[in-house]
């Protein structure tokens, strides 16, 4: 069975402050894919990132990255010089190469609240 | 602009009566999906539909019935069977050139209050 952890229910900084957020992942798949979904507080869930299993480099988008290690099963996120707007509860999710349905497990979340 | 529409954003209900959420998409996607969230729980997923007219179970069906007579639409009736419907709901769909892949674009969702 596959199962994502995010063990950090929530998480408070100082805006410019960098923040990381963990997300640790079990599965017996050896192909698949990790996700990272941010909620804003109108509910709809944005695609930040897709990884897959064969691609451990680490990625960088703007003040966001992210640090894939097989060797841990982690996929943490790193946000640097937070901001207000970046205040969220982040999921991480997993999606094994089951064929056609595409069934993503998610973790309970991080919210991440940034104040001034 | 495309995206997904659910509607309605907040509905109350009363104990044993039947609500359909609707979920429309203009994606021209293939598959669609159905995920309640709780306080404090990740998403879980209550129905998913790969096709028109075909549609399977989620972990967690139980409660809920689905339809997709039309490729752009998969409405959720949350009936009186469903021990616990206060939740909020989310709308997915995805194509089928990711549809191995996982990656979802989801509705603003649909908060349910059973009073």
């Known amino acids: 069975a596959q199962k994502v952890t995010q063990a950090q229910t929530e998480i408070s900084v100082v805006e410019k402050e960098d923040v990381t957020l963990d997300c640790v992942y079990e599965t017996r798949d050896t192909t698949y894919y990790l996700f990272w979904y941010k909620q804003p507080p109108s509910g709809e869930l944005v695609f930040l990132i897709r990884r897959n299993s064969f691609d451990e480099q680490n990625e960088i988008s703007g003040r966001y990255s992210w640090n894939f290690q097989k060797s841990t099963s982690s996929f943490n996120f790193t946000i640097t010089a937070s901001q207000v707007v970046d205040s969220a509860v982040y999921f991480c999710?997993?999606?094994?190469?089951?064929?056609?349905?595409?069934?993503?497990?998610f973790g309970t979340g991080t919210r991440l609240q940034v104040t001034l | 602009d495309g995206g997904i529409t659910q509607s309605p954003k907040y509905l109350f209900r009363k104990e044993g009566q039947n609500v359909t959420l609707s979920c429309e998409q203009n994606l021209n996607h293939d598959a669609m999906y159905w995920y309640r969230q709780d306080p404090g729980q990740g998403l879980r997923l209550i129905y998913y539909?790969?096709?028109?007219?075909?549609?399977q179970k989620g972990d967690i069906a139980e409660g809920y019935s689905v339809s997709r007579e039309k490729k752009e639409s998969f409405p959720l009736t949350v009936t009186s069977a469903q021990k616990n419907p206060t939740a909020f709901y989310l709308c997915?769909?995805?194509?089928?050139?990711?549809?191995?892949?996982?990656?979802?674009?989801f509705g603003e969702g649909s908060r349910l209050t059973v009073l």
């Open positions: 999710a997993l999606s094994g190469h089951t064929g056609t349905a595409s069934k993503l497990t």
């Open positions: 997915a769909s995805t194509g089928t050139s990711f549809g191995n892949t996982g990656e979802l674009f």
């Open positions: 539909s790969q096709i028109v007219n075909d549609f």
